[in-house]
């Protein structure tokens, strides 16, 4: 296993822990290079680094934007930037700025096959009232007995063609990239495995993303299978990206992973980590 995680979630988005509760349980699984990535926003990560640099364990700033590439969505990991840095902070306000009207084009569209009242469970859930997500519907959606857990009422409900997904548009490929990088940070594109792209498709995506600036890919993720580690490790040093790896943990029992460790990296692959954080050399045997 590496001791590294640079995808994770915190209740600044729709994980379920507080920042520093989840940099907590990273460091206790033996974490020692972790980067916080919420949706769409960067305040949990002044509280993060504060309770890493308590621990001693290497932070990096992260966010995971919400891209709109063609018909796809897809998520794109800023890693090692300025949180500050007015790109990235404008640019995240204006993608978050959608999201209240479409949650309420979600819960209309659920209040038409007879499902009342989502918006307001939902916002139960959603401590920061501008990061309200479909997790926040799918976790009120359980409670409201729709479906047994947050997995089949996304199946049933919240993806493309069910009641309670409306089309949005989030920001673009180049302008999630540009951000990252006028902030001094790097892209990486997250869980690739899970959009469900075609071959052809998938390569014009990987080559239009490099072309924008796009550095490095996810290999390992708690989204990927074996076969997917295989392909993204192969894809990765086909087209000269680095490669990274993240649980991408939102609340224990809501996904296989918990924080803090990955498997390691297919042999060839280049950590994106390597700038910030080393394994230390093995012991000198006598
Ligand atoms: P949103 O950005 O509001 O569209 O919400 C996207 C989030 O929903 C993702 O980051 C995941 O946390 C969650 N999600 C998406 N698809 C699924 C799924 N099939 N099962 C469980 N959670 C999902
Ligand atoms: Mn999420
Ligand atoms: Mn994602
Ligand atoms: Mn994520």
Redesign the pocket.
């Known amino acids: 296993m590496t001791p590294v995680d640079l995808h994770c979630h915190s209740s600044v988005s729709?994980g379920l822990l507080p920042p520093r509760e989840v940099v907590r349980k990273a460091f206790e699984r033996g974490c020692q290079l972790f980067a916080l990535t919420d949706?769409d926003d960067v305040r949990g990560l002044p509280d993060a680094a504060d309770e890493a640099a308590k621990l001693g364990m290497l932070f990096i700033s992260g966010v995971e934007i919400?891209v709109s590439w063609g018909k796809h969505t897809l998520h794109i990991v800023g890693l090692g930037f300025d949180p500050s840095h007015p790109s990235i902070v404008e640019g995240l306000a204006t993608v978050r700025s959608g999201r209240a009207e479409r949650g309420e084009r979600m819960a209309a569209s659920l209040a038409a096959v007879g499902i009342e009242g989502v918006l307001e469970g939902a916002r139960k859930y959603a401590d920061n009232p501008e990061m309200i997500?479909?997790?926040h519907f799918?976790r009120y959606l359980v409670e409201a007995g729709k479906a047994k857990d947050?997995?089949s009422v996304?199946?049933k409900f919240l993806?493309r063609g069910k009641p309670g997904y409306v089309e949005h548009e989030w920001a673009r490929l180049h302008e999630a990239i540009g951000w990252i990088r006028e902030a001094g940070g790097v892209a990486v594109l997250a869980h690739p495995g899970r959009y469900e792209l075609g071959n052809e498709t998938l390569r014009v995506l990987l080559t239009e993303y490099r072309r924008l600036g796009g550095e490095a890919i996810e290999v390992v993720s708690g989204s990927h299978g074996a076969a997917d580690v295989g392909r993204f490790s192969r894809l990765a040093q086909e087209f000269g990206f680095l490669a990274s790896c993240g649980t991408d943990y939102?609340a224990t029992g809501e996904g296989a992973r918990e924080p803090g460790l990955n498997a390691d990296l297919p042999v060839g692959c280049e950590p994106v980590w390597t700038r910030w954080w080393s394994p230390a050399p093995a012991a000198n045997l006598p």
């Open positions: 729709d949706h919400s997500s479909r997790t799918a947050t997995k996304f199946k993806v939102h």
